[in-house]
T-cell receptor, first 113, second 115 residues
């Protein structure tokens, strides 16, 4: 089973500043990688996914993530955050041979006006 | 297209009572997942189904929890008897074909409070 680590449980950042949310996973085998966002009182919504190909993946709302196989990381970035980006962000990993997703514990992003 | 629909959105009940959570997956999705989210444990997979058949229920905390999927458009998660430590947000998710490269689609969750 995969282990997904989101080291930062809370990230405060000022509006229009850049942000990086970190995600590391345990296995070096081939994986699929996802970032989800959860707004208050809502379910998880897909931000972006990496399946194969280019290691830089662009998602919705101006977010992007970079897959780094050697470091087993999939960090999420946005060059300029908005108040509306305040939410919980989850990194998830799945393996081609399985059906399960393995979720990190989440990072709470708070954008300060 | 309608997303995953869960009901109720909120449930408050006294310990010892039976609780039933409901989920309608996205039409055509073959896989259905039940998760529990708490501050302490984060997002935990409880059970998942493929074509209405339970595949892995190793995440179900104990015998008080049971889940069924009588048809492709409906699933229930039941807790009997309920306890205060069951208080959490319960999510249902579905995915097409269940392949691991397909993202899971989540409902808005049921916020359960056991007094």
């Amino acid at each position: 089973a995969q282990s997904v680590t989101q080291l930062d449980s809370q990230v405060p950042v000022f509006e229009e500043a850049p942000v990086e949310l970190r995600c590391n996973y345990s296995s070096s085998v081939s994986v699929y990688l996802f970032w989800y966002v959860q707004y208050p009182n809502q379910g998880l919504q897909l931000l972006l996914k990496y399946l194969s190909g280019s290691t830089l993946v662009k998602g919705i709302n101006g977010f992007e993530a970079e897959f780094n196989k050697s470091q087993t990381s999939f960090h999420l970035r946005k060059p300029s955050v908005h108040i509306s980006d305040t939410a919980e962000y989850f990194c998830a990993v799945s393996e081609p041979t399985g059906n399960q997703f393995y979720f990190g514990t989440g990072t709470s992003l708070t954008v300060i006006p | 297209d309608a997303g995953v629909i869960q009901s109720p959105r909120h449930e408050v009940t006294e310990m010892g009572q039976e609780v039933t959570l409901r989920c309608k997956p996205i039409s055509g999705h073959d896989y259905l997942f039940w998760y529990r989210q708490t501050m302490m444990r984060g997002l935990e997979l409880l059970i998942y189904f493929n074509n209405n058949v339970p595949i892995d229920d190793s995440g179900m905390p104990e015998d008080r929890f049971s889940a069924k999927m009588p048809n492709a458009s409906f699933s229930t998660l039941k807790i009997q008897p309920s306890e205060p430590r069951d208080s959490a947000v319960y999510f249902c998710a579905s995915s097409p074909q269940g392949k691991s490269n397909q993202p899971q689609h989540f409902g808005d969750g049921t916020r359960l409070s056991i007094l």
